[in-house]
């Protein structure tokens, strides 16, 4: 059974401008937003929270960049992981912990798995729903981010294709990353690559006029239109690389990584 909680949704405590935040003492700015509530893909209630504006990402892969999580707005996203319910947010990517788990138990076959923190993740959410998170309208993010010169990871946790397109317009005046499993059915290859796990996958994607980022599980190495990720050939970042911005970039290469590289 969901776990339901009797306070209302939301409880937002107040909203903030980019100017009202750059005002602030530095130490009193906060680090964490929320920027847009709305329907999920299953259409419920989901919340959109961007951290890293003051507390610097510890991602090693992607370096300084803000990143943006969307998780459910009713429900931790431990719980919802553990339920099934993350479907909201992350649609039917077979990467989600409670499938790979039910496939272990049932099978005894080991599959890839989300590698996202769902504790860490259910701390910010708390935070956000014990109301100690400011609100941030998109289009003041986007001025923030690029005042801050900060790029943007569209996802970190949930699935981009979940926030409407017209929010990540609001806060495109940086460059930044983005990657969607939805690829088949929600069009948001201006900001994302298409997830995908194998060529034929990617051969459908790049048809339909998607980038994409394929895991290398057949282990073919990179094909016509493919480079292997710089992360992993040449150690950089991906605030540094920026590759995986969609049809937004002047790069028509797709990317490619390894299953077993230092990343995964
Ligand atoms: S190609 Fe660049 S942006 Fe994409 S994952 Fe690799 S390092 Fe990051």
């Known amino acids: 059974?969901?776990?339901?909680?009797?306070?209302?949704?939301?409880?937002?405590?107040?909203?903030?401008?980019?100017?009202?935040?750059?005002?602030?003492?530095?130490?009193?700015?906060?680090?964490?937003?929320?920027?847009?509530?709305?329907?999920?893909?299953?259409?419920?209630?989901?919340?959109?929270?961007?951290?890293?504006?003051?507390?610097?990402?510890?991602?090693?892969?992607?370096?300084?960049?803000?990143q943006s999580y969307i998780v459910?707005?009713?429900?931790?996203?431990?719980?919802?992981?553990?339920?099934?319910?993350?479907?909201?947010v992350c649609g039917t990517c077979d990467l989600r912990q409670h499938l790979v788990a039910k496939i272990l138990a049932e099978t005894g076959e080991r599959k890839a798995k989300c590698y996202v923190n769902v504790g860490w993740l259910t701390k910010m959410w708390t935070g956000w729903y014990t109301g100690q998170v400011v609100w941030m309208d998109p289009v003041e993010v986007g001025k923030l981010l690029a005042y801050l010169s900060l790029p943007l990871r569209q996802g970190a946790y949930g699935d981009p294709a979940a926030v409407p397109l017209s929010v990540w317009d609001a806060m495109d005046t940086v460059k930044g990353t983005s990657y969607s499993h939805q690829w088949k059915s929600?069009?948001?290859?201006?900001?994302?690559?298409?997830?995908?796990?194998?060529?034929?996958?990617?051969?459908e994607a790049q048809s339909k006029g998607w980038r994409t980022y394929r895991v290398?599980?057949?282990?073919?190495?990179?094909?016509?239109?493919?480079?292997?990720?710089?992360?992993?050939?040449?150690?950089?970042t991906c605030a540094a690389c920026g590759l995986c911005n969609g049809t937004r970039g002047k790069s028509a290469k797709s990317i490619v990584i390894d299953p077993i590289g230092k990343f995964n």
Do not use: H
């Not at 009797?6 to 937003?33: E, F, H, M, N, Y």
């Open 1 to 66: 059974m969901p776990v339901v909680f009797k306070r209302p949704i939301g409880p937002v405590v107040s909203t903030i401008t980019a100017d009202q935040w750059l005002a602030l003492p530095k130490s009193k700015r906060p680090s964490t937003v929320a920027f847009w509530k709305g329907e999920g893909l299953d259409g419920a209630p989901i919340v959109a929270i961007l951290t890293g504006l003051v507390l610097k990402s510890s991602n090693r892969k992607t370096g300084e960049m803000a």
């Open 72 to 88: 459910r707005q009713d429900m931790s996203p431990m719980d919802a992981s553990r339920l099934g319910l993350d479907v909201s």
């Open 186 to 203: 929600i069009d948001i290859k201006k900001y994302a690559m298409a997830s995908v796990k194998n060529l034929k996958e990617a051969q």
């Open 216 to 236: 290398d599980v057949e282990q073919v190495g990179p094909q016509a239109g493919e480079i292997m990720c710089p992360a992993e050939s040449k150690g950089v």
